[in-house]
């Protein structure tokens, strides 16, 4: 970061809120080195096919090409992770005993792929052969999206237990309070992380339920057989969804303690007028209050691992400013990681003038980047970024030239590979050839997970520490190129990394021209 930033950082930290108006006008025209490590990941919307399928009723062939597709598409744009809705009303974008087959996967509910095929393993198998994670995304208590539209006819919990549910509005869902729930969206997560190989398990904003103007949510009679020692409902409420979450760590902990556990909620905790912890914002259902969420409680205890607050506002936003929001939850992390929710799908679509600029998706990522407790961002959604609206999934990428490393979490594994072994190099005449073989057990039983390949010129000082030196990022235990022009010679530099993004030390090669 060069001073002049510095500088003019600084002074934006004394900007109040009323006054950060001006802050949207700024265009970040200062370089801000791109980290090394950055989680870079994107959400891929399965509900009413907002992302995928395009339609149901797809073959399976259509399905598989629509996924590699938007694969290939946001790893070229540089990102590394991805996050897929799996469950957006207790049913199922994978292989079932539990729930249905989704509608939105072949056109009727209960209905699997013709012939079978299991649309997350696949997705599973592509994400890793790319290197990529991919976190899977449940809505933990929806049953049905729509109860004028949808298709229910195979949905079990309707006929099974009608008395874990709640109807408010249009939607139909788990009541929170029921222990007997709590307990059921646990053996849906559980059957999950035992069956597939995913690195991460996400929720939703979606707890108790956004409120509807006038309209009380119908939990009264649970509130009064569960309640006792809550004198105040919401207390109650925030009671049981925190169990919940309680629940998912300690059981991920158990089974499988590599699997990251994150919420993604809505972006204000609490305003400043109603808290003096909470933000500078005015929003209308902040998540703590209407929706039962205390996200600050759960990272404080450590039961996430990450969390992703859906700031989906601009810059300088007179009741909710993004640069605001970006400080406060940098202050609120407690040592777990922050991936900024961005809103993607707002560009050119939202009455927010400062949505129909090029520069403002842009110029939030390098405002992120002026804050170290930020580790990376999540778009939301697949498509919007395909769609490139104004150049600016293009834009973005100029700002993630670099590959990016998914950041470390050491209160899950602090401990290193060793070093790749017997690192070698093949003469040809035109192309540089290395090859390796992967390293012996760390000390918790690890080997590499993938390796990284680092290129410099002869004359520097080899540091792994800096982004632009990383020329590979493979799980092969070889690595060729054309030997690279110019009359110095080069050395090259591999490490291992472990599953949860732990780095060996290097293993070095000079390579003469």
């Not at 039961?303 to 007179?318: E, F, K, M, R, T």
């Not at 640069?323 to 990681?337: D, M, P, Q, Y």
């Not at 390098?366 to 407790?373: D, E, K, Q, V």
Request: net charge neutral; hydrophobic share 35%.
């Amino acid at each position: 970061m060069n001073t002049n930033l510095i500088l003019y950082f600084l002074l934006w930290l004394l900007i109040p809120v009323s006054s950060c108006q001006d802050a949207q006008t700024h265009t970040f025209t200062q370089s801000i080195q791109t980290p090394k490590r950055e989680f870079r990941a994107f959400w891929i919307v399965t509900l009413d096919n907002k992302d995928f399928p395009s339609q149901p009723g797809l073959s399976n062939e259509m399905q598989k090409e629509e996924l590699r597709n938007i694969l290939d598409y946001h790893q070229k744009k540089g990102m590394n992770a991805v996050i897929f809705q799996i469950r957006p009303s207790a049913d199922a974008f994978y292989a079932s005993s539990i729930e249905p087959w989704s509608e939105w996967l072949m056109g009727q509910q209960g209905q699997a792929p013709k012939p079978f095929y299991d649309p997350l393993a696949f997705l599973v198998d592509e994400c890793h052969k790319r290197n990529m994670e991919i976190h899977v995304w449940l809505n933990p208590y929806r049953v049905v999206y729509n109860t004028e539209v949808s298709d229910v006819k195979a949905q079990k919990l309707l006929n099974r237990s009608p008395q874990w549910l709640v109807t408010y509005g249009k939607h139909q869902q788990l009541n929170p309070g029921l222990p007997e729930v709590r307990a059921y969206i646990l053996s849906v997560i559980m059957d999950v992380i035992r069956r597939y190989d995913v690195d991460g398990v996400q929720f939703d904003d979606y707890f108790y339920p956004y409120k509807i103007w006038k309209k009380e949510f119908p939990d009264e009679a649970t509130f009064r057989r569960y309640g006792q020692g809550f004198g105040d409902k919401a207390d109650w409420r925030r009671h049981n969804v925190s169990q919940l979450i309680k629940m998912v760590h300690d059981s991920l902990q158990q089974h499988k303690p590599h699997i990251k556990f994150g919420v993604s909620p809505m972006g204000v905790w609490r305003n400043l007028s109603d808290d003096p912890r909470g933000s500078a914002t005015e929003a209308g259902q902040p998540s703590y209050d209407y929706l039962g969420a205390d996200v600050l409680a759960w990272l404080e205890a450590g039961w996430i691992d990450y969390v992703a607050p859906q700031l989906y506002w601009s810059i300088g936003h007179p009741r909710a400013d993004y640069a605001t929001l970006v400080k406060w939850w940098s202050k609120n992390t407690f040592g777990r990681h922050l991936y900024v929710g961005q809103a993607f799908y707002k560009i050119n679509q939202d009455t927010d003038q400062n949505w129909y600029k090029s520069s403002e998706i842009p110029n939030q990522i390098r405002l992120n980047r002026t804050f170290s407790a930020i580790s990376g961002s999540v778009f939301f959604r697949a498509k919007n970024l395909m769609d490139n609206p104004r150049g600016i999934t293009d834009s973005l990428h100029q700002l993630y030239t670099t590959p990016a490393i998914i950041p470390s979490m050491p209160w899950k594994d602090d401990i290193p590979p060793n070093a790749p072994q017997s690192l070698r190099k093949i003469r040809t005449p035109k192309r540089v050839l290395l090859k390796w073989e992967a390293p012996q057990e760390a000390q918790d039983g690890q080997t590499a997970h993938y390796y990284i390949i680092y290129r410099f010129l002869s004359s520097e000082n080899p540091n792994t520490a800096q982004a632009q030196n990383i020329i590979s990022i493979q799980k092969e235990t070889q690595f060729v190129e054309k030997k690279p022009a110019g009359s110095e010679g080069y050395i090259y530099a591999i490490t291992a990394m472990d599953r949860l993004h732990n780095e060996s030390e290097p293993a070095f090669m000079k390579i003469e021209q």
